[in-house]
């Protein structure tokens, strides 16, 4: 069966470097995935440990010790954060681990909040008004993200499965269906560009999609292997179906 599958695969070397690139370049991509879940993660998170710092400050609490109640009360992944730079702390200033916290999150939003909290300390500004009000609009702008996000993927993959899936194998199933190799159709030099066809069809498509969900870059880990899917359907298709 594997000498069978290999056969099919005997005169489209490009073919096999692009499967081989494609599974090696999806490893690499996995990892920036893990990185966003991350990322995302604390910032859903973010709003509710500024509702609770501003109870907390509203309850006669300092600001570094609202942050070590939220530390342990928070079992996700900002709480586990803040209490690891909260035990840092003890070795520098305090402004120095809301700097470390912002560093280490590699989140723009709680960058930002860090910078507004050191700020309004410097100023002496209403602290827990401050972030009450931020509380509200982080929580409003992460549920307009989410929503974004959750439409855009669901189109997103829509495209990619419809062009880099359902196209190759319905033309496969056409081109194998009424022009059979079985009865002595020769299409080799067609087939082959309609290969490459897909492979460029999927490519544009990674980067469509890569550009709809605002992360180009990450989304081009995965094109060498959707390239490599739809190449090998149409491929396989054709000589499956073409006898």
């Not at 099919?8 to 090696?24: D, K, Q, S, Y």
């Not at 991350?38 to 600001?63: F, M, T, V, Y």
């Not at 069809?201 to 890569?210: H, N, P, R, T, Y």
Request: hydrophobic letters at 50%; charged letters at 20%; aromatic letters at 8%.
């Amino acid at each position: 069966m594997i000498f069978g599958i290999l056969e099919m695969f005997r005169n489209e070397p490009l073919l096999l470097f692009i499967i081989t690139l494609g599974v090696a370049c999806a490893i690499g991509g996995i990892p920036p995935i893990i990185e966003r879940q991350r990322r995302r993660s604390i910032e859903n998170d973010l709003p509710a440990l500024l509702e609770a710092l501003s109870d907390s400050l509203g309850a006669g609490l300092g600001l570094q010790q609202a942050m070590m109640a939220e530390a342990d009360r928070n079992n996700g992944k900002l709480g586990k954060l803040l209490k690891e730079t909260l035990a840092e702390s003890h070795a520098s200033s305090f402004d120095a681990a809301l700097s470390n916290f912002a560093t280490k999150s590699r989140s723009s939003q709680v960058q930002r909040v860090m910078h507004l909290i050191s700020t309004a300390i410097e100023q002496d500004a209403p602290l827990r008004n401050i972030l009450a009000d931020m509380s509200r609009d982080y929580e409003r702008l992460n549920d307009l993200m989410n929503r974004r996000e959750s439409d855009l993927m669901g189109r997103s993959i829509l495209i990619i499965m419809f062009v880099s899936v359902g196209l190759p194998f319905l033309i496969a199933f056409i081109v194998g269906l009424f022009a059979p190799r079985s009865q002595g159709f020769q299409l080799e030099d067609f087939n082959s560009s309609f290969t490459m066809f897909f492979g460029a069809a999927s490519l544009v498509a990674i980067g469509v999609s890569g550009r709809m969900l605002g992360r180009m870059r990450s989304a081009l880990w995965w094109a060498p292997l959707w390239m490599a899917v739809s190449m090998t359907i149409y491929h396989v298709g054709v000589q499956v179906i073409g006898g």
